[in-house]
Every structure is written in structure tokens, then in C-alpha cells.
């Protein structure tokens, strides 16, 4: 089905989004948004590999600057928004192992002009251009989905603390860096478990003391008609009254109706406000050590986060609510995305005497356990789906999706000739909406890691689509 949707718009293929969307009036929907995915995958497929030149940015162009690029993520999606945005320098650094395979894919794709794969907290800013945009989705370990919140060490924790990195080189930047857009795990809201939301307010009132106005979403990737069910923080920032954004966010009277229908993420995700009553409005008081001892926590309030799903801070004053998706465009599932079964390597398919064990560890269970040291322990979970359902999105990739070894987590899908089998590396770059083989040269669990840190570029398209069009009001 992809394929043929592609297909069926190959003819607008030259264009960017957002020419397309000048021309047809962008309805919120994703048609436009795959026939350049199938523009993309077709132009990567034709790149050379250790192409060296990055183009100059022109004087209408957005510069960009991405940091803990991993893969590219964020360059994927903004260059299929539009060829305005032109990433000028970027920073991918792995600090656990010494291969560093993400640094080595992003200089295949995009050459290895402004890159820097080093430590960045190690890169002084002035080594860092001048830019209209700063994007990244900094590292989430300590929340990730992985763990339990209740085991997170939120902000303060070891990875977490790169927050401040980018807070530095916002702080250092010579000019004031106008647009920022980043993303993190859906629970970035909700930490750290004792002191629900503090690590957003830190974050909140940093930008908001560096001049930013900021607005956030938590988005479902599948619920907008993408292949997966990935749940993410998204935060689009301006700089204030220093931009266009800047000064019709000022000019709107009411920052809800901003939320829900003037915003850049609205205007990127329709959505609908859940209760008026589960409004909010409040101050981050306070200087950043304040709010660290201080931030919600009472012990009567401190079980919820008062950050909703959705919200905009501007002077340190917080708006939110909560909303739910209003889409009813296409959508693309798990079983659009997979390979014709000859295509696929022999080694993903699972053999009969393997299939008792994957049924065991993806079944619902209440059993006995014993803890390390010997303490026994009753554990119970649900079952999980297997195989996965085809006709609906996939459920969120995670790092440890590759490898042959059964596991509760991987997907497994039954194939028409009857077999169970895991998803390619290709597979898994569709689900986040990557052109095919963009991991190619690293191993298969690696490039199923590299997707599972990844996320779903067709939400970094339609938001720079939605910056770009508010930008060129
Ligand atoms: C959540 S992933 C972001 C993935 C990226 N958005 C993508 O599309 O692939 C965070 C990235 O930050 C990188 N990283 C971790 N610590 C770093 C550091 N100190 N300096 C630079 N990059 C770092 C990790 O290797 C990882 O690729």
C-alpha cells in the first residue's frame, strides 16, 4: 500500500513540502508527506557515499545546528520539510562504545563537512556556527521507557545532565539562536518520581530565562497516521519578540487558544482540548536551585505532574491543558511497511523449535521468582500480542529490537507462507519513517539500536513545515 501511495504521487516528487503545501493548501494530511518520503528514499539511493560538501546556506535559508544527531533524525525530516532548512553543523558522540557507528551513517548520508563527533561537552561554543535553529533530541536513558520512572534519576541523573550542554550553548551563542525544536521521552513531564515535573520546570524556566518562549506537546506518532506508536515530548521554542513567532505569540490574547489552534505544534497537529477543567496556569518561581529542592514538592501534590499533555511558557508563566489527536487522514500500518517475504534473509526467521520460548516470554504470566538473593517473589505481567497485528501501527521500536535471541519486546510478525519472522533493519527504518538502507554499513543490531534511539521523522517534517510557513507569514 505504501508503495502504491508513493507511487501515486511520484509526480510531485520535485517539490519540497512546503512548496506543496503553498500550492494545495496542506490539509493535514499525510499524502504530500510520502510522496517525498518516497522522493527522499529514492535520492538516498542514489547519494554517493562519503560525499564530502555541505551546501552554504543562502540568505533565505534556515541554518541549522543538530545536536546528538545520532542518525539524523531531525536533518531527515527537515530537509523532506523543506530545502530551506540547511543543517550547517551537527555533533553525534557515543560515549559507551568505541565504534561509533551513528557519526560514520550520518557522514555516509551527509558528508562529513560540519560534522563533529566528539564529546560535547568537550566543544566549545565558539567552534559552533551561527544558526537560525537548534535541534536535538537530547539523551533520555535515565527516563527511557526501559526503566521505570520510579527507578529514573530524571536531570540530575548521569546522561540527563546534558541538558545542560545545550543550555550552555544557547547561553555562549553570540546572537541568540531565534528557533529551537527538541524532543524527549513522554515522561520527561513526569520527573523525577518523587518531585513529578520538576526536570520540565528546570528546563522551562532555563529557556525562559535565556529569553525563550516555549510551547510542548507529548505526540503519538501513530495518531497523526505514521507506522508507529512511538509517544514523545516535543518542544518547539522562539525566541521572544526577536521573530515572527515571537510577535504573534505576543499579539494573541488567549495563550489556550494558542495551544490548541495558533501554535506551531497545533498548526502541525490538529488536536482537540480532552476538559477545560483540566486547565492550568501557573509560575516557575525561583532560581534553577530553588526549583530543584523545591519544585511540586509537597507531599500532598507531589503524585501528579502539573504539566499537561499539551502547553506554552512564556516569562516563566506556564499555560496547559490536555488534548487528544483530530486527525482522520491516512494511515500506514505495520503490514504497509514490510518487505515481500523473499526479500527477507533467512536469519529473521524464527525456527519451529525457538517458536515454545518467544510464546512463553510474549504470554501473560504469574509465576514465582527469585530475586538474586534467593528471596522468592510472586511476578505477574499481561500477554503481548504475537504475532504482531499487521493492519494497525506498530508498537514503539526499542534499542534492543535486533539480535536473533527471543525477547518480549522484539516484533514478530506472522508471514503469508505462515512463519514467524523479525523485522529487517529496513523495516525498522520505515516504522520511523527513514529512507531504506539510511543504516546500511552498520550490523543488523546495531542499525535496529540506532532506530530504536531514533524517532519518527514524519513529526520533525510536519513541525518544520508548521516553524517554516508561521516564519514566512
Ligand atoms: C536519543 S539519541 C538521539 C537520536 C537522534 N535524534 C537520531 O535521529 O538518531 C541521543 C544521541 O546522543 C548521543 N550522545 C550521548 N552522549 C553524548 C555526548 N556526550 N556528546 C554527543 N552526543 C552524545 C548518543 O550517542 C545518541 O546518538
Known amino acids: ?20 503545501q503553498k500550492e494545495t493548501h496542506y490539509n493535514n494530511n499525510l499524502c504530500d508527506a510520502l510522496a517525498e518520503y518516497g522522493r527522499i528514499s529514492r535520492q538516498y539511493a542514489q547519494l554517493n557515499i562519503f560525499q564530502e560538501d555541505t551546501p552554504d546556506a543562502g540568505a533565505d535559508d534556515i541554518r541549522v545546528i543538530e545536536l546528538f544527531a545520532g542518525v539524523g533524525g531531525f536533518r531527515v525530516g527537515l530537509e523532506r520539510a523543506s530545502s530551506r532548512f540547511v543543517t550547517v553543523w551537527n555533533n553525534q558522540w557515543e560515549p559507551s562504545t568505541k565504534r561509533q557507528d551513528a557519526s560514520q551513517i550520518y557522514c555516509n548520508r551527509f558528508g562529513y563537512s560540519g560534522h563533529s563527533n566528539e564529546d560535547i561537552s568537550k566543544v566549545p561554543t565558539d567552534e559552533i556556527p551561527a544558526a537560525e535553529l537548534l535541534v536535538g533530541g537530547f539523551p533520555c536513558q535515565d527516563y527511557s521507557v526501559a526503566t521505570t520512572l520510579k527507578n529514573s534519576h530524571g536531570i540530575a541523573g548521569k546522561k540527563g545532565v546534558l541538558w545542560w550542554e545545550i543550555h550552555r550553548i544557547l547561553k555562549e551563542s553570540m546572537q541568540p539562536i531565534p528557533y529551537l525544536m527538541l524532543e524527549n521521552v513522554d515522561r520527561l513531564l513526569k520527573s523525577p518520581a518523587r518531585q513529578r515535573g520538576r526536570d520540565f520546570a528546570l528546563i522551562l524556566a532555563s529557556l525562559s530565562d535565556l529569553g525563550y518562549v516555549v510551547e510542548w506537546r507529548v505526540i503519538n506518532a501513530a495518531d497523526y497516521g505514521m507506522p508507529q506508536r512511538r509517544r514523545r515530548t516535543y518542544m518547539v521554542a522562539y525566541h521572544r519578540g526577536f521573530n515572527p513567532i515571537g510577535e504573534a505569540f505576543e499579539r494573541c490574547d488567549d495563550k489556550f487558544h494558542w495551544i490548541l489552534t495558533e501554535g506551531v505544534e497545533a498548526k502541525a497537529f490538529a488536536c482537540e482540548e480532552k476538559s477545560v477543567k483540566k486547565r492550568g496556569e501557573f509560575d516557575i518561581n525561583g532560581d534553577l536551585v530553588k526549583i530543584t529542592d523545591e519544585f511540586n514538592n509537597n507531599p500532598k501534590s507531589q503524585s501528579t505532574s502539573p504539566f499537561g499533555s499539551a502547553g506554552v511558557m512564556d516569562n516563566r508563566h506556564v499555560w496547559t491543558t490536555d488534548v487528544e489527536p483530530d486527525y482522520n487522514g491516512p494511515r500506514i500500518s505495520l503490514g504497509d ?9 533467512e536469519s529473521f526467521f524464527i525456527n519451529d523449535d525457538e517458536i515454545k520460548r518467544w510464546e512463553y516470554l510474549k504470554g501473560g504470566k504469574k509465576e514465582k521468582r527469585l530475586t538474586k538473593d534467593g528471596f522468592e517473589y510472586d511476578y505477574s505481567e499481561g500477554p503481548m500480542a504475537f504475532p504482531d497485528k499487521l493492519d494497525v501501527a506498530s508498537r514503539t521500536i526499542i534499542t534492543g529490537e535486533g539480535g536473533k535471541g527471543p525477547s518480549r519486546f522484539k516484533h514478530v ?6 512463519r514467524f519472522r523479525r523485522l529487517t533493519p529496513i523495516e525498522l527504518e520505515r516504522l520511523n519513517m527513514f529512507p531504506d538502507n539510511h543504516t546500511e554499513g552498520a550490523s543488523d543490531v546495531r542499525r535496529a539500536f540506532l532506530m530504536g534511539n531514533s524517532l519518527v521523522t514524519g513529526i520533525v517534517e510536519k513541525l518544520g513545515c508548521s516553524l517554516l510557513s508561521m516564519i514566512m507569514q
Open 337 to 345: 511497511i514490510l518487505l515481500d517475504e523473499d526479500e527477507v534473509d
Open 1 to 20: 500500500m505504501l508503495r502504491s501511495i508513493i507511487q501515486t504521487f511520484r509526480s510531485m516528487a520535485d517539490k519540497t513540502q512546503y512548496d506543496i
Open 413 to 418: 510478525v506472522l508471514t503469508p507462507n505462515g
